[in-house]
């Protein structure tokens, strides 16, 4: 979706073992994730047909995911129990 991307463009990838970065980008009045983004930095991911790098690359995928679903240290503080109250 243009214009509502916070991904800082292609600067995440700076750091010398970054391979990807993601997070979420819009809340409901819940503040559960709408809308995220996931950024691969393809300059450090090589293709391959290798089984063990290609799950790799897999959980590198799954992982980013997970950020996009609001499983990050800046989003534990927004969880809420059943009843609409902070888990924190």
């Known amino acids: 979706v243009q214009?509502?991307?916070n991904d800082?463009?292609?600067?995440g990838c700076a750091g010398p073992t970054t391979m990807a970065f993601s997070g979420t980008c819009?809340?409901?009045q819940n503040d559960r994730p709408v809308l995220g983004y996931v950024h691969f930095c393809t300059d450090k991911i090589?293709?391959?047909?290798?089984a063990d790098?290609?799950?790799?690359?897999?959980?590198l995928a799954t992982h980013e995911m997970t950020h996009v679903l609001g499983f990050s240290?800046?989003?534990f503080s927004?969880?809420?129990r059943p009843d609409?109250?902070?888990?924190l």
């Open 73 to 75: 240290t800046t989003s």
């Open 46 to 50: 090589e293709p391959t047909t290798d």
């Open 3 to 5: 214009g509502l991307s």
């Open 26 to 28: 819009q809340r409901d």
């Open 8 to 11: 800082g463009g292609t600067d």
């Open 78 to 80: 927004l969880f809420r």
């Open 84 to 87: 609409n109250t902070p888990y």
């Open 53 to 59: 790098l290609f799950w790799e690359d897999q959980a």
